[in-house]
């Protein structure tokens, strides 16, 4: 459904990305992992325009076209059926949670206020922030700002979501409440490209799991297989690291 | 004090005040209404780089910025006439005081607008605002309430300037002490009971400044408006 083709992206002489081959099907969950500076966050924001790469080609739904030769009508066509949550969630901070979620469908599409409003509900109902519609986002803790974010991206009805690091901005305590939710669109069938240091989330959640580094697809598989059993040497590595990371913190707090 | 002096200072008041309220205020009111107009495209035309319009802004702001106040006036009372462009001493004081605060106000404004955080503007873009609408819906909202405070000194400094229409036979508050002082040659108390009035003005400004950001919740970091009503319903 959503398809990359030799994906290049450089800042100045640095080549951040390439040369990716990166395809996601409809109702599928992609976790894309790898260390920092990898690349991973670089890759869905050339996909959804904000960065434009030097060379590649995007095949979404019915439309295809050429990702660095591409005008501003073709792109809203693209960002049309797209949502994305950002890492810092960037809700528009002089507009309540409702209005927030409605913005997509009234501004932007249209859409006849009640009609919005509705729907917003709808979906603040689905991240579980219906008694929050009327509050600002400074007033809402971290966690409760994403899954706002997240209602916006879903309320206009995106063919698929893309999550830029959607818990990294998050204390360690709130990150839950927002994997949560994640969670509960996956197995509604959203089809989503999360992009994430939650390696637990990806194991439980994620369909099939792309390793990058450097800027390159070092791996790519099924979850059960890339967690079970990795090919590459650098796979076996990150996970090493990252795992017993992640048990030592679980034996602290148990610890303690 | 003597008696003299005591009965100039209290007759002149009532008509000093009465050509602040009826002069020095209308024009100034007019020239900021104008100059923020022109400012609100001078700093967008920036902002969004339009190509050549964002260049002539940068030598608008640069030539009325660097140049006195008065040499401006003059020029457009003084000077227009002899390429056939004749103004009203009113309308002629409005044009200049206009411009000039226009190019200080539009760097407030430029200012405010790139304090938004960018990441609103991606997120605006990726659920499908065009950019009039990301400008008019995001992005200016939350610049209006940082430029606040400069835009409003900007306001009291032209408050302030407008005496210099004086010299151009507009006869406000400055002009009608001039003329009292004409009359009765008491400079120095005169002068001082016009310097009172401006004060009072000023004062005033400051007042309604401090009044709307507290009440709005402008010129503070927070943006939001205030609306506790909602915060409570939601509790």
């Not at chain 1, 932007?108 to 859409?111: P, V």
């Given at each position: 459904m959503l398809e990359v083709r030799q994906l290049y992206k450089s800042f100045g002489s640095e080549g951040v990305l390439r040369g990716i081959d990166f395809k996601v099907n409809k109702g599928e969950v992609v976790a894309v992992l790898g260390p920092s500076g990898s690349g991973k966050t670089t890759l869905l924001r050339c996909i959804s325009f904000l960065e434009r790469a030097q060379q590649g080609e995007l095949i979404f739904g019915d439309l295809r076209h050429d990702m660095s030769h591409i005008g501003k009508r073709m792109i809203r066509q693209f960002r049309m059926q797209m949502g994305f949550v950002f890492q810092n969630f960037n809700l528009f901070r002089n507009m309540t949670a409702l209005r927030n979620v409605m913005e997509g469908l009234t501004a932007?599409?249209?859409?006849p206020r009640r009609e919005a409003e509705e729907i917003a509900r709808e979906m603040l109902k689905k991240v579980g922030m219906e008694d929050r519609a009327d509050y600002y986002p400074d007033q809402l803790s971290g966690g409760q700002q994403q899954r706002v974010a997240i209602a916006r991206a879903m309320a206009t009805n995106p063919k698929i979501i893309l999550f830029d690091e959607p818990t990294s901005a998050l204390d360690p305590e709130l990150t839950g409440e927002v994997l949560d939710v994640m969670k509960k669109l996956a197995e509604e069938g959203t089809t989503m490209v999360v992009v994430t240091h939650e390696i637990g989330f990806a194991r439980e959640v994620a369909d099939r799991v792309v390793f990058m580094e450097d800027g390159l697809i070092v791996e790519e598989a099924g979850a059960e297989e890339f967690f079970r059993n990795p090919k590459k040497e650098r796979t076996v590595q990150f996970l090493r690291r990252v795992l017993t990371g992640s048990e030592a913190v679980g034996q602290d707090t148990s610890a303690g | 004090m003597t008696e003299r002096l005591a009965n100039i200072l209290i007759s002149a008041f009532p008509d000093m005040l009465a050509a602040g309220f009826k002069i020095t205020i209308p024009l100034t009111v007019l020239s900021f209404v104008f100059g923020m107009v022109l400012a609100l495209l001078l700093a967008i035309v920036q902002v969004a780089n339009v190509k050549v319009l964002k260049q002539i802004s940068q030598v608008y702001i640069w030539f009325f910025r660097g140049t006195p106040l008065l040499v401006q006036l003059f020029i457009i009372y003084f000077g227009l006439p002899s390429v056939g462009i004749v103004l009203p001493a009113f309308p002629a004081a409005v044009i200049a005081f206009g411009m000039n605060v226009a190019a200080y106000n539009a760097e407030a404004i430029r200012a405010a607008i790139l304090a938004v955080p960018v990441g609103q503007t991606e997120a605006a873009y990726l659920i499908g605002l065009t950019y009039p609408k990301l400008m008019i819906r995001i992005v200016l909202p939350q610049a209006f309430p940082i430029a606040f405070p400069s835009l409003f000194n900007n306001l009291i400094s032209l408050l302030k300037d407008t005496s210099l229409a004086s010299c151009i036979t507009i006869v406000e508050l400055m002009a009608t002490a001039k003329q009292i002082v004409g009359r009765t040659y008491e400079s120095l108390a005169l002068y001082i009971e016009a310097a009172i009035i401006y004060l009072i003005f000023s004062t005033v400004l400051t007042w309604v400044q401090g009044f709307l950001e507290k009440r709005l919740g402008?010129?503070?970091?927070?943006v939001k408006p205030k609306r506790r009503s909602g915060l409570k319903a939601g509790i």
């Open positions: 932007a599409r249209k859409m | 402008w010129g503070t970091k927070d």
